[in-house]
């Protein structure tokens, strides 16, 4: 039996928010793509299991992930979740503009932590990145406090030495002249 402290223990914070991808991020690696009714079947066990945000899917051609081709209509099935925040990953402009094309009222952008990862998932630089990402930002209004994302990075891509480094040490993928933080990627959608 586990027994949970009746005060947070030093340094730690009093509650942690689960920004669940798996929807998204992890349909988008399957091998054939998963039915849109499956999607909403497991974002609906989601949250009925009190996850309370849940990244859906991604705004992208279905070149680029043929698994997402059904972004809209699977966005279009769970909209009305009651007591869940339901964001949608948009890679640029145009993602943007389909996503808000059905409603959709939270947005994520991601940064690679690294110019190899960045090259290999966007094919462009992080610098480049950034410079994708500003239409997006500017056409969306960043919230005052919404949970931190991580950068996109994974396990066989390391800290390398093409890394930015944050002063303590973390990674950080910031672009000069743009005033943002990596750990506030999200964007709430005017509407």
Do not use: C
Not at 23 to 49: F, M, Y
Not at 60 to 69: F, R, S, T
């Amino acid at each position: 039996m586990i027994t949970l402290a009746p005060e947070p223990l030093d340094g730690l914070p009093s509650k942690v928010t689960i920004y669940e991808v798996g929807p998204r991020d992890g349909l988008q690696n399957e091998a054939h793509p998963v039915s849109a009714d499956t999607k909403v079947e497991l974002i609906g066990r989601l949250a009925d299991a009190g996850l309370g945000v849940i990244e859906v899917t991604s705004f992208v051609p279905a070149k680029w992930i043929p698994q997402l081709a059904d972004s809209g209509e699977v966005y279009d099935a769970v909209r009305d979740l009651r007591g869940v925040r339901l964001p949608v990953l948009v890679p640029n402009e145009r993602g943007l503009h389909d996503a808000l094309e059905h409603g959709v009222r939270e947005v994520a952008i991601f940064a690679s932590a690294t110019e190899t990862f960045a090259r290999k998932n966007l094919n462009r630089t992080i610098a480049e990145s950034f410079a994708m990402f500003k239409p997006v930002v500017d056409q969306a209004k960043l919230p005052d406090a919404l949970p931190p994302k991580d950068e996109s990075a994974q396990p066989e891509d390391p800290p390398s030495s093409d890394t930015p480094q944050h002063p303590k040490g973390d990674a950080k993928g910031l672009a000069s002249g743009w005033k943002a933080h990596y750990w506030e990627p999200l964007a709430k959608v005017l509407a």
